[in-house]
Structure formats: C-alpha cells, structure tokens
C-alpha cells in the first residue's frame, strides 16, 4: 500500500504541476494575445497615416500641377505679344503684294 500512496501522491503532485503551469501558460498566452491586438491597432493606425499622407501627396501634386505663377503669365504673355507681332508682319508682307 505504500507504493500505491506514493504513486497517488506522486501523480497528484504532477498535476498540480500541470495545472499551474497550465495556468501560467494561459496567462502568457492573454498577455500575448493583449500585445498583438495592440500592434494590429497600431498597424491600422499606420496604414490609415499612409493613406492619408498619399492623399496628400497627390493633392499637392495636383495643385502643382494647375498653379499657375506670376512668372509663367509673364512668359506667356511675351510669348503672345512675339505671336503677334509675327502676325502683324505677315499681314504687313501680304499686303504689300
């Protein structure tokens, strides 16, 4: 009967040790649980930065795009008074002929 006694009380024993290190292990797996749910949450947040910054990026590219400035009105407008300063002439040569 000893053996028996030692056997039960050796059994008993490996399975507390079994349920406590079940539990740790729980513990662990929550906290690790708890830790990737916050880097998904900060990814999200990340991606959602990115979108917006994209966003903005073509936004400005955009805007670049269709601004105008003061020195491109200044070309622009020397460029069509040569235009028309060639024009004037050519009606000039024609009617000369």
Do not use: G, P
Request: net charge positive; proline share 0%.
């Amino acid at each position: 009967m000893a053996l028996d006694e030692k056997t039960v009380k050796l059994f008993t024993t490996r399975v507390r040790q079994m349920m406590l290190h079940y539990q740790e292990l729980k513990k662990q797996n929550e906290a690790q649980a708890e830790e990737l749910r916050q880097w998904q949450k900060k990814v999200e947040t990340l991606e959602q930065q990115l979108q917006q910054a994209q966003n903005d990026y073509n936004s400005l590219k955009m805007a670049k795009m269709i601004e105008i400035t003061d020195d491109d009105m200044a070309k622009a407008k020397v460029r069509l008074t040569k235009l028309i300063r060639d024009v004037n002439r050519c009606i000039t040569m024609l009617s000369e002929n």
